[in-house]
Protein backbone atom coordinates (compact mmCIF):
# COMPACT_ATOMS: atom_id res chain seq x y z
CA UNK A 1 0.00 0.00 0.00
CA UNK A 2 2.43 2.41 1.34
CA UNK A 3 4.71 1.98 -1.82
CA UNK A 4 1.66 2.16 -4.13
CA UNK A 5 0.97 5.65 -3.19
CA UNK A 6 4.84 6.60 -3.55
CA UNK A 7 4.78 5.52 -6.89
CA UNK A 8 1.91 7.49 -7.72
CA UNK A 9 3.69 10.72 -5.69
CA UNK A 10 6.55 9.59 -8.14
CA UNK A 11 4.74 9.25 -11.46
CA UNK A 12 2.93 12.20 -10.96
CA UNK A 13 6.47 14.14 -10.28
CA UNK A 14 7.56 13.27 -13.30
CA UNK A 15 4.10 13.92 -15.30
CA UNK A 16 4.65 17.56 -13.59
CA UNK A 17 8.40 17.95 -15.37
CA UNK A 18 7.46 16.19 -18.27
CA UNK A 19 5.20 19.21 -18.29
CA UNK A 20 7.72 21.99 -17.60
CA UNK A 21 9.67 20.09 -20.68
CA UNK A 22 6.93 19.86 -23.06
CA UNK A 23 4.66 22.90 -22.22
CA UNK A 24 7.22 25.74 -24.24
CA UNK A 25 6.75 22.99 -26.92
CA UNK A 26 3.42 22.66 -26.98
CA UNK A 27 2.78 26.29 -27.38
CA UNK A 28 5.08 26.60 -29.80
CA UNK A 29 3.82 24.62 -32.41
CA UNK A 30 0.37 25.10 -31.09
CA UNK A 31 1.09 29.15 -31.98
CA UNK A 32 2.32 28.03 -35.43
CA UNK A 33 -1.69 27.38 -36.24
CA UNK A 34 -3.01 30.69 -35.17
CA UNK A 35 -3.59 34.14 -36.87
CA UNK A 36 -1.53 37.24 -34.88
CA UNK A 37 -4.91 38.26 -33.50
CA UNK A 38 -5.53 34.53 -32.39
CA UNK A 39 -2.15 34.32 -30.76
CA UNK A 40 -2.26 38.10 -28.79
CA UNK A 41 -5.72 37.22 -27.21
CA UNK A 42 -5.46 33.51 -26.99
CA UNK A 43 -2.19 32.19 -25.81
CA UNK A 44 -2.66 28.72 -23.95
CA UNK A 45 -5.94 27.07 -25.94
CA UNK A 46 -5.86 25.66 -29.18
CA UNK A 47 -6.68 27.81 -31.99
CA UNK A 48 -10.13 29.37 -32.78
CA UNK A 49 -9.32 28.52 -36.74
CA UNK A 50 -6.59 26.00 -37.57
CA UNK A 51 -4.75 28.03 -40.39
CA UNK A 52 -2.20 27.01 -42.29
CA UNK A 53 -1.20 30.07 -44.13
CA UNK A 54 2.02 30.59 -41.79
CA UNK A 55 3.41 26.95 -43.41
CA UNK A 56 3.04 28.03 -47.12
CA UNK A 57 4.04 31.25 -46.00
CA UNK A 58 7.05 30.15 -45.02
CA UNK A 59 7.79 27.34 -47.27
CA UNK A 60 7.03 30.06 -49.98
CA UNK A 61 10.10 31.83 -49.16
CA UNK A 62 13.20 31.10 -51.13
CA UNK A 63 15.82 31.79 -48.26
CA UNK A 64 14.14 29.11 -45.89
CA UNK A 65 15.27 26.31 -48.31
CA UNK A 66 18.66 28.00 -48.93
CA UNK A 67 19.04 27.78 -45.22
CA UNK A 68 18.38 24.53 -44.94
CA UNK A 69 20.26 23.28 -47.93
CA UNK A 70 23.55 25.16 -46.61
CA UNK A 71 23.17 23.58 -43.23
CA UNK A 72 23.16 20.45 -44.96
CA UNK A 73 26.15 20.97 -46.74
CA UNK A 74 27.94 21.82 -44.17
CA UNK A 75 27.10 19.23 -41.85
CA UNK A 76 27.73 16.81 -44.68
CA UNK A 77 31.35 17.82 -45.50
CA UNK A 78 32.28 18.54 -41.76
CA UNK A 79 30.75 14.69 -40.94
CA UNK A 80 32.35 13.26 -43.91
CA UNK A 81 35.95 14.66 -43.41
CA UNK A 82 35.23 14.40 -39.69
CA UNK A 83 34.93 10.31 -39.99
CA UNK A 84 37.73 9.64 -42.97
CA UNK A 85 40.45 11.80 -40.46
CA UNK A 86 39.33 10.74 -36.86
CA UNK A 87 39.11 6.95 -38.14
CA UNK A 88 42.57 7.00 -39.92
CA UNK A 89 44.05 8.53 -36.82
CA UNK A 90 42.18 6.62 -34.26
CA UNK A 91 43.64 3.80 -36.12
CA UNK A 92 47.02 4.37 -35.90
CA UNK A 93 46.31 5.20 -32.32
CA UNK A 94 44.89 1.57 -31.09
CA UNK A 95 46.47 -0.70 -33.56
CA UNK A 96 50.17 0.71 -34.37
CA UNK A 97 52.94 0.42 -31.96
CA UNK A 98 55.50 3.14 -32.66
CA UNK A 99 57.75 6.02 -30.61
CA UNK A 100 55.42 8.98 -29.63
CA UNK A 101 52.09 7.21 -30.07
CA UNK A 102 50.80 8.12 -26.68
CA UNK A 103 52.34 11.64 -26.68
CA UNK A 104 50.30 12.70 -30.26
CA UNK A 105 46.96 10.64 -28.78
CA UNK A 106 47.11 13.34 -26.02
CA UNK A 107 48.46 16.20 -28.14
CA UNK A 108 44.90 15.95 -30.23
CA UNK A 109 43.17 15.21 -26.58
CA UNK A 110 44.04 18.16 -25.30
CA UNK A 111 41.84 19.99 -28.24
CA UNK A 112 38.45 18.94 -25.85
CA UNK A 113 39.20 21.52 -22.99
CA UNK A 114 40.31 23.84 -25.14
CA UNK A 115 37.21 27.24 -24.98
CA UNK A 116 36.35 27.52 -28.79
CA UNK A 117 35.29 30.85 -28.41
CA UNK A 118 38.89 32.09 -27.51
CA UNK A 119 40.44 30.52 -31.10
CA UNK A 120 37.17 32.61 -33.13
CA UNK A 121 39.19 35.97 -34.04
CA UNK A 122 42.66 34.12 -34.97
CA UNK A 123 40.57 31.56 -36.82
CA UNK A 124 38.59 34.57 -38.53
CA UNK A 125 42.18 35.93 -39.25
CA UNK A 126 43.25 32.61 -40.76
CA UNK A 127 40.00 31.66 -42.57
CA UNK A 128 40.71 35.36 -44.35
CA UNK A 129 44.14 34.69 -45.30
CA UNK A 130 43.38 31.60 -46.80
CA UNK A 131 40.78 33.58 -49.00
CA UNK A 132 37.95 31.08 -47.73
CA UNK A 133 35.48 33.45 -46.42
CA UNK A 134 32.64 33.13 -48.56
CA UNK A 135 32.91 29.57 -48.73
CA UNK A 136 31.82 26.68 -47.20
CA UNK A 137 35.14 25.61 -45.89
CA UNK A 138 35.26 28.64 -43.67
CA UNK A 139 32.56 26.76 -41.34
CA UNK A 140 33.76 23.15 -42.16
CA UNK A 141 37.31 23.29 -41.65
CA UNK A 142 37.27 25.03 -38.18
CA UNK A 143 34.74 22.85 -37.37
CA UNK A 144 36.41 19.32 -37.92
CA UNK A 145 39.29 20.17 -36.13
CA UNK A 146 37.42 21.31 -32.80
CA UNK A 147 35.16 18.17 -33.39
CA UNK A 148 38.69 15.81 -33.64
CA UNK A 149 39.58 15.09 -30.16
CA UNK A 150 36.01 13.90 -29.31
CA UNK A 151 35.84 12.23 -32.62
CA UNK A 152 39.32 10.34 -32.41
CA UNK A 153 38.36 9.33 -28.55
CA UNK A 154 34.99 7.42 -29.39
CA UNK A 155 37.05 5.62 -32.44
CA UNK A 156 40.05 4.82 -30.29
CA UNK A 157 38.27 2.91 -27.64
CA UNK A 158 36.07 0.82 -30.14
CA UNK A 159 39.10 -0.04 -32.20
CA UNK A 160 40.72 -0.90 -29.37
CA UNK A 161 38.12 -3.52 -28.97
CA UNK A 162 39.12 -5.11 -32.05
CA UNK A 163 41.51 -8.42 -30.91
CA UNK A 164 45.15 -7.82 -31.80
CA UNK A 165 45.25 -11.92 -32.84
CA UNK A 166 42.82 -10.58 -35.40
CA UNK A 167 45.41 -8.36 -37.16
CA UNK A 168 48.36 -11.28 -36.27
CA UNK A 169 46.36 -13.34 -38.70
CA UNK A 170 45.67 -10.76 -41.30
CA UNK A 171 48.94 -9.76 -41.10
CA UNK A 172 50.49 -13.61 -42.06
CA UNK A 173 47.99 -13.81 -44.90
CA UNK A 174 49.61 -10.67 -46.24
CA UNK A 175 47.63 -7.65 -45.41
CA UNK A 176 49.61 -4.62 -44.34
CA UNK A 177 47.66 -1.95 -41.97
CA UNK A 178 46.05 0.22 -44.77
CA UNK A 179 44.06 -2.73 -46.02
CA UNK A 180 43.24 -4.28 -42.61
CA UNK A 181 41.99 -0.60 -41.98
CA UNK A 182 39.90 -0.76 -44.87
CA UNK A 183 38.89 -4.39 -45.28
CA UNK A 184 38.60 -5.23 -41.49
CA UNK A 185 38.46 -2.49 -39.09
CA UNK A 186 35.86 -0.17 -40.99
CA UNK A 187 33.21 -3.10 -41.38
CA UNK A 188 33.64 -4.09 -37.66
CA UNK A 189 33.14 -0.71 -36.99
CA UNK A 190 29.70 0.80 -38.27
CA UNK A 191 27.71 1.39 -35.03
CA UNK A 192 30.51 4.03 -34.12
CA UNK A 193 31.09 5.06 -37.03
CA UNK A 194 26.94 5.78 -36.61
CA UNK A 195 27.76 7.46 -33.17
CA UNK A 196 29.96 9.95 -34.67
CA UNK A 197 28.13 10.46 -37.79
CA UNK A 198 25.24 11.48 -35.84
CA UNK A 199 27.24 13.57 -32.97
CA UNK A 200 29.20 15.33 -35.58
CA UNK A 201 26.15 16.18 -37.70
CA UNK A 202 24.16 17.20 -34.86
CA UNK A 203 27.28 19.67 -33.31
CA UNK A 204 27.15 20.76 -36.97
CA UNK A 205 23.47 21.17 -37.19
CA UNK A 206 23.41 23.42 -33.98
CA UNK A 207 26.07 25.63 -34.45
CA UNK A 208 25.51 28.91 -34.24
CA UNK A 209 28.71 30.75 -32.99
CA UNK A 210 31.61 29.71 -35.37
CA UNK A 211 29.12 30.80 -38.77
CA UNK A 212 28.28 33.72 -37.04
CA UNK A 213 31.90 35.14 -36.57
CA UNK A 214 32.89 33.73 -40.61
CA UNK A 215 29.46 33.96 -42.84
CA UNK A 216 28.35 37.31 -43.86
CA UNK A 217 26.72 36.96 -46.79
CA UNK A 218 23.33 35.73 -46.28
CA UNK A 219 23.21 33.12 -48.65
CA UNK A 220 25.85 31.33 -47.32
CA UNK A 221 23.55 31.06 -43.59
CA UNK A 222 22.96 28.23 -41.68
CA UNK A 223 19.71 27.25 -39.98
CA UNK A 224 20.57 28.88 -36.68
CA UNK A 225 21.36 32.24 -38.39
CA UNK A 226 18.76 31.70 -40.48
CA UNK A 227 16.66 31.87 -37.80
CA UNK A 228 18.01 34.43 -36.17
CA UNK A 229 17.82 36.50 -39.38
CA UNK A 230 14.03 35.67 -40.06
CA UNK A 231 13.09 36.91 -36.29
CA UNK A 232 15.08 39.76 -37.09
CA UNK A 233 12.44 40.06 -40.45
CA UNK A 234 9.16 39.33 -38.51
CA UNK A 235 9.72 40.63 -34.65
CA UNK A 236 6.19 42.20 -35.15
CA UNK A 237 4.53 38.68 -35.76
CA UNK A 238 5.61 36.26 -34.03
CA UNK A 239 3.48 33.66 -35.55
CA UNK A 240 5.39 33.44 -38.19
CA UNK A 241 8.54 33.18 -36.21
CA UNK A 242 7.37 30.03 -34.42
CA UNK A 243 6.55 28.52 -37.42
CA UNK A 244 9.65 28.84 -38.55
CA UNK A 245 10.92 27.10 -34.90
CA UNK A 246 8.32 24.16 -35.03
CA UNK A 247 9.78 23.42 -38.71
CA UNK A 248 13.15 23.49 -36.88
CA UNK A 249 11.65 21.22 -33.72
CA UNK A 250 9.50 18.93 -35.96
CA UNK A 251 12.55 17.36 -37.92
CA UNK A 252 15.19 17.79 -34.57
CA UNK A 253 12.56 15.77 -32.89
CA UNK A 254 12.24 12.97 -35.38
CA UNK A 255 16.02 12.67 -35.94
CA UNK A 256 16.48 12.55 -32.09
CA UNK A 257 13.74 9.41 -31.92
CA UNK A 258 15.72 7.80 -34.95
CA UNK A 259 18.85 8.32 -33.91
CA UNK A 260 18.35 8.07 -30.01
CA UNK A 261 20.54 4.90 -29.46
CA UNK A 262 23.30 6.72 -31.69
CA UNK A 263 23.23 10.08 -29.37
CA UNK A 264 23.16 8.65 -26.19
CA UNK A 265 25.52 6.29 -26.94
CA UNK A 266 28.34 8.81 -28.27
CA UNK A 267 27.35 11.55 -25.84
CA UNK A 268 27.75 9.37 -22.55
CA UNK A 269 30.02 6.71 -24.26
CA UNK A 270 33.18 9.48 -24.72
CA UNK A 271 31.70 10.81 -21.07
CA UNK A 272 32.24 7.59 -19.29
CA UNK A 273 34.70 6.00 -21.22
CA UNK A 274 37.60 8.61 -20.63
CA UNK B 1 64.47 -11.78 -49.09
CA UNK B 2 63.46 -11.81 -45.55
CA UNK B 3 65.66 -8.93 -44.97
CA UNK B 4 63.90 -6.94 -48.26
CA UNK B 5 60.17 -8.04 -46.54
CA UNK B 6 61.43 -6.34 -43.19
CA UNK B 7 62.38 -3.13 -45.11
CA UNK B 8 59.21 -3.30 -46.98
CA UNK B 9 57.13 -3.88 -43.52
CA UNK B 10 59.27 -1.05 -42.11
CA UNK B 11 58.28 1.22 -44.65
CA UNK B 12 54.69 0.32 -44.94
CA UNK B 13 54.13 1.02 -40.86
CA UNK B 14 55.32 4.03 -41.00
CA UNK B 15 54.13 5.05 -44.18
CA UNK B 16 50.49 4.27 -42.97
CA UNK B 17 51.30 6.38 -39.51
CA UNK B 18 52.33 9.29 -41.52
CA UNK B 19 49.17 9.08 -44.24
CA UNK B 20 46.82 8.62 -41.70
CA UNK B 21 47.89 11.09 -38.89
CA UNK B 22 48.78 13.82 -41.02
CA UNK B 23 45.26 14.98 -41.61
CA UNK B 24 44.16 15.12 -38.57
CA UNK B 25 47.30 16.62 -37.11
CA UNK B 26 47.10 19.65 -39.67
CA UNK B 27 43.76 20.72 -39.06
CA UNK B 28 44.12 20.51 -35.28
CA UNK B 29 47.31 22.09 -35.00
CA UNK B 30 46.60 25.28 -37.62
CA UNK B 31 42.97 25.41 -36.35
CA UNK B 32 42.87 24.77 -33.15
CA UNK B 33 46.02 25.33 -31.39
CA UNK B 34 48.32 27.63 -33.30
CA UNK B 35 44.46 30.03 -32.57
CA UNK B 36 45.28 30.07 -29.07
CA UNK B 37 49.11 31.55 -29.61
CA UNK B 38 48.37 33.95 -32.19
CA UNK B 39 45.56 35.10 -29.84
CA UNK B 40 48.14 35.82 -27.06
CA UNK B 41 50.19 37.38 -29.48
CA UNK B 42 47.47 39.59 -30.58
CA UNK B 43 46.29 40.93 -27.38
CA UNK B 44 49.30 43.09 -26.67
CA UNK B 45 48.28 45.09 -29.82
CA UNK B 46 45.86 47.73 -30.36
CA UNK B 47 44.40 46.32 -33.82
CA UNK B 48 41.84 46.42 -36.33
CA UNK B 49 42.51 43.53 -37.76
CA UNK B 50 43.98 45.70 -41.14
CA UNK B 51 47.25 45.07 -42.30
CA UNK B 52 50.00 43.35 -39.12
CA UNK B 53 49.12 44.21 -35.99
CA UNK B 54 52.12 47.03 -35.13
CA UNK B 55 50.60 49.59 -32.39
CA UNK B 56 52.20 47.25 -29.52
CA UNK B 57 50.57 48.45 -25.87
CA UNK B 58 51.50 45.91 -23.47
CA UNK B 59 49.40 44.51 -20.73
CA UNK B 60 46.81 47.51 -21.56
CA UNK B 61 44.35 45.84 -22.98
CA UNK B 62 43.89 42.99 -19.98
CA UNK B 63 44.65 46.63 -17.51
CA UNK B 64 40.98 48.18 -19.28
CA UNK B 65 39.47 44.80 -19.48
CA UNK B 66 40.30 44.56 -15.69
CA UNK B 67 38.95 47.95 -14.71
CA UNK B 68 35.88 47.44 -16.90
CA UNK B 69 32.48 47.22 -14.92
CA UNK B 70 30.71 45.11 -17.80
CA UNK B 71 33.64 42.85 -18.30
CA UNK B 72 33.63 42.11 -14.62
CA UNK B 73 29.86 42.01 -14.32
CA UNK B 74 29.78 39.44 -17.38
CA UNK B 75 32.77 37.35 -14.95
CA UNK B 76 30.18 37.45 -12.19
CA UNK B 77 27.64 36.91 -14.51
CA UNK B 78 29.70 33.27 -15.40
CA UNK B 79 29.73 32.55 -11.72
CA UNK B 80 26.42 32.46 -11.26
CA UNK B 81 26.00 30.12 -14.07
CA UNK B 82 28.32 27.57 -13.06
CA UNK B 83 26.90 28.03 -9.61
CA UNK B 84 23.23 27.43 -10.51
CA UNK B 85 24.66 24.60 -12.93
CA UNK B 86 26.18 22.74 -10.01
CA UNK B 87 23.90 22.86 -6.84
CA UNK B 88 20.57 23.19 -8.91
CA UNK B 89 20.84 21.20 -12.04
CA UNK B 90 23.29 18.73 -11.25
CA UNK B 91 22.10 17.60 -7.61
CA UNK B 92 18.58 17.95 -9.67
CA UNK B 93 19.97 15.41 -12.58
CA UNK B 94 21.40 13.29 -9.80
CA UNK B 95 18.32 12.71 -8.22
CA UNK B 96 16.36 11.78 -11.46
CA UNK B 97 19.11 9.66 -12.90
CA UNK B 98 19.06 7.69 -9.09
CA UNK B 99 15.07 6.92 -9.88
CA UNK B 100 15.23 6.76 -14.33
CA UNK B 101 17.92 4.47 -13.73
CA UNK B 102 15.70 1.87 -12.78
CA UNK B 103 13.55 0.31 -15.78
CA UNK B 104 9.82 0.67 -13.84
CA UNK B 105 6.85 1.27 -16.41
CA UNK B 106 7.47 4.47 -18.80
CA UNK B 107 11.13 4.95 -17.09
CA UNK B 108 12.43 5.04 -20.76
CA UNK B 109 9.93 7.87 -22.27
CA UNK B 110 10.52 9.92 -19.17
CA UNK B 111 14.74 9.41 -19.63
CA UNK B 112 13.82 10.36 -23.74
CA UNK B 113 11.80 13.30 -22.57
CA UNK B 114 14.14 15.12 -19.81
CA UNK B 115 17.00 14.44 -22.22
CA UNK B 116 14.89 16.14 -25.27
CA UNK B 117 15.91 20.04 -24.64
CA UNK B 118 19.44 19.25 -24.78
CA UNK B 119 19.24 17.86 -28.53
CA UNK B 120 17.41 21.42 -29.73
CA UNK B 121 19.90 23.96 -30.94
CA UNK B 122 20.67 26.40 -28.08
CA UNK B 123 19.65 29.12 -30.78
CA UNK B 124 15.81 27.16 -31.41
CA UNK B 125 15.63 26.20 -27.03
CA UNK B 126 16.61 29.64 -26.27
CA UNK B 127 14.00 31.61 -28.99
CA UNK B 128 11.15 29.41 -27.44
CA UNK B 129 12.01 30.73 -24.17
CA UNK B 130 11.90 34.22 -25.52
CA UNK B 131 8.30 33.76 -26.90
CA UNK B 132 7.31 31.94 -23.65
CA UNK B 133 9.13 34.81 -21.57
CA UNK B 134 7.32 37.82 -23.68
CA UNK B 135 5.27 39.93 -21.65
CA UNK B 136 2.60 40.46 -24.47
CA UNK B 137 1.44 37.07 -25.82
CA UNK B 138 3.94 34.90 -24.09
CA UNK B 139 2.94 32.35 -21.24
CA UNK B 140 4.10 34.87 -18.71
CA UNK B 141 1.98 37.55 -20.10
CA UNK B 142 -0.63 35.14 -20.38
CA UNK B 143 -0.43 34.59 -16.61
CA UNK B 144 -0.27 37.80 -15.52
CA UNK B 145 -3.19 38.70 -17.31
CA UNK B 146 -5.31 36.26 -15.35
CA UNK B 147 -4.37 38.66 -12.63
CA UNK B 148 -5.56 41.43 -14.48
CA UNK B 149 -1.98 42.58 -14.30
CA UNK B 150 0.21 44.39 -16.66
CA UNK B 151 2.89 41.50 -17.91
CA UNK B 152 7.00 42.15 -16.51
CA UNK B 153 8.62 42.41 -19.58
CA UNK B 154 11.14 39.56 -17.84
CA UNK B 155 14.03 39.98 -20.24
CA UNK B 156 14.13 43.42 -20.52
CA UNK B 157 14.09 43.56 -16.86
CA UNK B 158 17.39 44.38 -15.16
CA UNK B 159 16.59 42.39 -12.16
CA UNK B 160 15.04 39.19 -13.58
CA UNK B 161 16.56 38.97 -17.23
CA UNK B 162 19.94 36.83 -15.36
CA UNK B 163 17.34 35.14 -13.84
CA UNK B 164 15.52 33.86 -16.77
CA UNK B 165 18.44 32.91 -18.75
CA UNK B 166 19.48 30.47 -15.31
CA UNK B 167 15.89 28.80 -15.85
CA UNK B 168 16.97 28.34 -19.54
CA UNK B 169 20.42 27.01 -18.77
CA UNK B 170 19.06 24.59 -16.61
CA UNK B 171 15.98 23.27 -18.87
CA UNK B 172 18.21 22.50 -21.76
CA UNK B 173 21.17 21.14 -19.75
CA UNK B 174 19.71 18.82 -16.98
CA UNK B 175 19.03 16.19 -19.41
CA UNK B 176 22.61 15.20 -21.02
CA UNK B 177 23.32 15.38 -17.01
CA UNK B 178 20.90 12.82 -15.60
CA UNK B 179 21.80 10.61 -19.32
CA UNK B 180 25.37 10.62 -17.81
CA UNK B 181 24.60 9.86 -14.43
CA UNK B 182 22.41 6.99 -15.61
CA UNK B 183 24.56 5.21 -17.63
CA UNK B 184 26.88 5.47 -14.91
CA UNK B 185 24.43 4.04 -12.31
CA UNK B 186 23.77 1.34 -15.00
CA UNK B 187 26.99 -0.04 -15.04
CA UNK B 188 26.82 -0.41 -11.00
CA UNK B 189 27.00 -4.49 -10.60
CA UNK B 190 23.60 -6.06 -9.09
CA UNK B 191 25.23 -7.79 -6.91
CA UNK B 192 26.59 -4.77 -4.51
CA UNK B 193 23.06 -3.60 -4.91
CA UNK B 194 21.48 -6.92 -3.66
CA UNK B 195 23.65 -7.59 -1.25
CA UNK B 196 22.91 -3.80 0.24
CA UNK B 197 19.48 -4.68 0.46
CA UNK B 198 20.21 -8.44 2.22
CA UNK B 199 22.30 -6.25 4.74
CA UNK B 200 18.82 -4.33 5.41
CA UNK B 201 20.33 -1.15 3.59
CA UNK B 202 17.06 0.87 2.47
CA UNK B 203 16.27 2.74 -1.06
CA UNK B 204 18.04 6.17 0.55
CA UNK B 205 20.84 4.49 2.34
CA UNK B 206 21.85 2.51 -0.75
CA UNK B 207 21.90 5.20 -3.20
CA UNK B 208 23.72 7.45 -0.77
CA UNK B 209 26.00 4.95 0.99
CA UNK B 210 27.10 3.16 -2.07
CA UNK B 211 25.51 4.49 -5.53
CA UNK B 212 26.76 7.67 -5.29
CA UNK B 213 29.95 7.17 -3.80
CA UNK B 214 30.87 4.67 -6.98
CA UNK B 215 29.15 7.33 -8.94
CA UNK B 216 31.70 10.12 -7.83
CA UNK B 217 34.25 9.73 -11.22
CA UNK B 218 31.05 10.33 -13.21
CA UNK B 219 29.47 13.05 -10.75
CA UNK B 220 33.13 15.05 -11.17
CA UNK B 221 32.90 14.60 -14.71
CA UNK B 222 29.61 16.18 -14.51
CA UNK B 223 31.19 19.00 -12.49
CA UNK B 224 33.78 19.30 -15.27
CA UNK B 225 31.75 19.40 -18.21
CA UNK B 226 29.05 21.99 -16.51
CA UNK B 227 31.67 24.67 -15.47
CA UNK B 228 33.38 24.12 -18.73
CA UNK B 229 30.07 24.66 -20.79
CA UNK B 230 28.76 27.68 -18.05
CA UNK B 231 32.14 29.18 -18.69
CA UNK B 232 31.56 29.32 -22.64
CA UNK B 233 27.12 30.48 -22.55
CA UNK B 234 26.88 32.12 -25.69
CA UNK B 235 24.20 31.03 -28.19
CA UNK B 236 21.58 30.55 -24.93
CA UNK B 237 22.11 34.23 -24.39
CA UNK B 238 22.27 36.00 -27.62
CA UNK B 239 18.22 35.32 -28.62
CA UNK B 240 17.09 36.21 -25.16
CA UNK B 241 18.84 39.30 -24.26
CA UNK B 242 21.99 39.59 -26.49
CA UNK B 243 23.92 40.60 -22.76
CA UNK B 244 21.17 43.64 -22.10
CA UNK B 245 19.38 45.30 -21.08
CA UNK B 246 22.41 47.87 -20.44
CA UNK B 247 24.64 45.14 -20.75
CA UNK B 248 23.45 43.36 -17.52
CA UNK B 249 23.48 39.45 -18.63
CA UNK B 250 26.58 39.49 -20.91
CA UNK B 251 28.65 36.39 -20.45
CA UNK B 252 32.53 36.29 -21.25
CA UNK B 253 31.86 35.30 -24.55
CA UNK B 254 29.05 37.33 -25.51
CA UNK B 255 31.04 40.18 -23.83
CA UNK B 256 33.64 39.03 -26.04
CA UNK B 257 32.04 39.11 -29.33
CA UNK B 258 30.33 42.61 -28.86
CA UNK B 259 33.04 44.25 -27.52
CA UNK B 260 36.10 42.41 -29.87
CA UNK B 261 34.84 41.04 -32.80
CA UNK B 262 31.67 42.88 -33.36
CA UNK B 263 33.47 46.38 -33.14
CA UNK B 264 37.04 44.95 -34.71
CA UNK B 265 38.67 45.85 -31.79
CA UNK B 266 40.62 42.88 -32.45
CA UNK B 267 43.81 43.36 -29.89
CA UNK B 268 41.29 43.94 -27.09
CA UNK B 269 39.33 40.87 -28.16
CA UNK B 270 41.89 38.86 -28.09
CA UNK B 271 43.27 39.29 -24.67
CA UNK B 272 39.13 38.62 -23.56
CA UNK B 273 39.90 35.05 -25.25
CA UNK B 274 42.80 34.41 -23.87
CA UNK B 275 41.42 35.17 -20.31
CA UNK B 276 38.48 32.73 -21.19
CA UNK B 277 41.30 30.12 -22.08
CA UNK B 278 43.49 30.72 -18.96
CA UNK B 279 40.17 30.11 -16.95
CA UNK B 280 39.05 27.14 -18.69
CA UNK B 281 42.53 25.70 -18.27
CA UNK B 282 42.45 26.16 -14.55
CA UNK B 283 39.56 24.35 -14.48
CA UNK B 284 40.44 21.49 -16.49
CA UNK B 285 44.01 21.29 -14.74
CA UNK B 286 42.16 20.78 -11.31
CA UNK B 287 40.14 18.42 -12.84
CA UNK B 288 42.80 16.13 -14.02
CA UNK B 289 44.70 16.70 -10.91
CA UNK B 290 41.77 15.52 -8.53
CA UNK B 291 41.10 12.83 -10.85
CA UNK B 292 44.18 11.76 -10.66
CA UNK B 293 44.82 12.24 -6.95
CA UNK B 294 41.95 10.39 -6.76
CA UNK B 295 43.24 7.27 -8.63
CA UNK B 296 46.20 7.58 -7.12
CA UNK B 297 44.38 6.39 -3.92
CA UNK B 298 42.23 3.44 -4.79
Redesign the interface.
Known sequence: MQSKLSKFY??LF?TF??G??????Y??FI?SFKTLGD??SN??GLPREWILSNYTDVFGMEYFWSFAWNSLVYGVLTTVLTL???S??A??FAH?R?FGNRF?FN??LI?L??????????????VRDFGLLGTYWAVV??Q???G??FA?LLFRGFFKQIPPELFDAAYVDGC???NF?FRITIPLSVPIFSTVAVVTF?TS??N??LP??MVSNEELYP??MG??FF?GEYDTD?SM??TY?SL??IP??VF??LA?KY??AG???G??K? | MIKKNITSAFVEKYSTIIIFLVPALTLFTVFVVMPIFEAAYFSFYRWNGMGPPEKYVGFKNYAFLFKNGIFLNALKNNFWIIFVSLFIQLPFALFLALFLANNFRGAAIFRSLFFLPYILAEIVASLIWVYIYKGDYGLVGAIWGLFGADAPWITADKEWALTAILIVVVWKYFGIHMMIMISGLQGISKEVIEAAKIDGAGPVTTALRIKIPILWPTITLSIFLSTLGSLQLFDLIMPLTMGGPSNVTHSMVTYLYDFGVGRMRLGFGSAISVVIFIICFVVALIYQTTILKDKGYN
Not at chain 1, 20 to 25: A, D, N, Q, R
Open positions: MYLLAIILVPLLTSLSVIICAMAFVIFLYLGMFPFASAIIPLFLKLPIAFLGINYSFVWNYLLIWPIMRWVLVTLAIFLQIILTGAVE
